[in-house]
């Protein structure tokens, strides 16, 4: 069942419903233009569909126009029709039956270098991770959990199923400027939430004197983050934050950086993403043997556990480069591990800028820039170039009341002199308002490299 709904609380009701009803629910972010949602729509090849009210016009409609017109017997939209299907509907007396193997739901991968793929989600993958990070992040009855990042998102799905798992109060925002979600923090008296990066900043930037006392647990991912970020955020909400890494492969978070790791790991904690979760194993492999690599040394981080996708839909090819034999999946990430067994990331394996016969990270580049005091984000990637093969080049969004004339390019590009190679640095920096990112906050390099390509 394809299911555009937003942050809605249907959202919720038709996942669960379908999967007591043995259907496979695909949430899509209804963000997407049209074409991107009959995109997804076609590779899902869904039998129902039920859409946001403002959406589902045209999309209904366009579907009804497809190829997919004699696949899709039912098509809802959220609202009357939704609310009378629902009150009209016999109750089906359907037994709950466990089965671990059975997928439940198929979500979507960010896509931020490529197409995005449809990955399987099994009844396995939500028991290992919701019955066992509730707990973990002191999730109760009594919570009050805010959710304020796309629903199309294993971030928030697993977040929000966590809540309900545990019987939580969750409180669906759409929110995304500063000022709203520290009236939502203080307002609704929020004890957890989960958030990126750029909202971290924005509710940093506008809590001014306000204290949060009910904040418990803030978890933030989805996206990098500089060491600025978390002190800011720190600053305003207080030892609550937990930064995780995970994929929607790897149904979200795999790892945890808590707070107590953060103050007490001597400074090794520094650019890091945690450990591992108890029931989750994660190993540092040479990309090309699949050997384990030394403490310490970088490679593909390997991850293997019961929260493991199965593969993707419809994508034999590239769920057999996704999955070995044995059930490690390689993450695509680069990264190592220290002596206290925490992981730090530098790149995905596709990101890398190789120049000159050299290979740059961008995660390096990009955190020497965001340490300017008039650097408020950037990205860094790749461009091609005739005599490197891979010109460095950087975007950045500068904070409010910089310039950006040349002479202060000219000073930002010499600020990296002091922390970077020279074959590291970028050799053209250009500026924007904001960087193109995707529903979970990440980055669109793609995107980048298309629009600064010579």
């Known amino acids: 069942m394809l299911l555009a709904a937003g942050n809605a609380i249907e959202t919720f009701e038709v996942i669960l419903g379908c999967a007591r009803a043995g259907v496979v629910a695909v949430p899509i972010d209804v963000r997407l233009t049209l074409a991107e949602l009959l995109a997804l729509a076609a590779d899902a090849g869904p039998r129902a569909v039920v859409a946001d009210e403002t959406l589902a016009p045209g999309l209904l409609d366009a579907l009804a126009d497809s190829a997919l017109s004699a696949t899709v017997p039912v098509a809802l939209s959220l609202g009357t029709a939704y609310e009378k299907a629902v009150a009209t509907a016999p109750a089906p007396g359907l037994p709950v039956r466990a089965d671990p193997d059975r997928v439940v739901l198929q979500v979507y991968t960010s896509g931020t270098s490529g197409t995005a ?40 799905l697993s977040w929000g199923l966590v809540g309900i798992h545990a019987g939580a109060t969750t409180i669906l925002g759409t929110e995304t400027d500063g000022p709203a979600l520290v009236r939502r923090l203080r307002d609704e008296r929020v004890t957890h939430a989960f958030l990126v990066p750029t909202l971290l900043d924005r509710i940093a930037a506008a809590a001014g004197s306000e204290r949060f006392p ?30 995780v890494y995970g994929l929607t492969e790897t149904t979200g978070s795999i790892t945890e950086l808590t707070p107590e790791d953060a103050r007490g790991a001597g400074g090794s904690a520094a650019g890091s993403v945690g450990r591992p979760y108890p029931w989750v194993t994660i190993e540092i492999r040479d990309p090309a043997s699949g050997t384990a690599v030394a403490t310490g040394m970088p490679g593909e981080v390997w991850t293997h556990s019961a929260q493991n996708t199965p593969g993707y839909a419809g994508r034999p090819a590239a769920t057999a480069a996704l999955l070995t034999a044995d059930g490690w999946l390689r993450t695509g990430d680069v990264g190592w591990l220290d002596a206290d067994g925490l992981l730090h990331l530098t790149d995905r394996l596709s990101d890398l800028i190789v120049t000159g016969g050299d290979n740059v990270s961008p995660a390096e580049v990009e955190e020497v820039l965001r340490r300017h005091p008039d650097v ?59 960087l193109p990112r995707n529903a979970a906050g990440k980055v669109l390099r793609r995107a980048l490299k298309e629009t600064y390509a010579p």
């Open 214 to 243: 009910d904040l418990q647990t803030v978890l933030y991912g989805a996206a990098p983050s500089s060491a600025q970020t978390r002190e800011r955020a720190q600053a305003a909400l207080g030892p609550v934050l937990h930064q």
């Open 376 to 434: 408020a984000d950037a990205a860094v990637f790749g461009v091609p170039d005739p005599r490197w093969g891979e010109a460095v080049t950087a975007a950045v969004v500068l904070r409010e009341g910089a310039t950006a004339t040349e002479a202060d390019l000219a000073a930002l590009a010499a600020h990296t002199a002091g922390g970077l190679a020279a074959y590291k640095r970028p050799r053209r920096i250009h500026v924007r308002t904001e």
């Open 117 to 156: 793929k449809g990955v399987l989600i099994t009844e396995a993958n939500l028991a290992a991770k919701v019955g066992q990070a509730g707990p973990r992040w002191g999730f109760g009855p009594a919570s009050v959990s805010l959710l304020s990042t796309p629903l199309s998102h294993i971030g928030a």
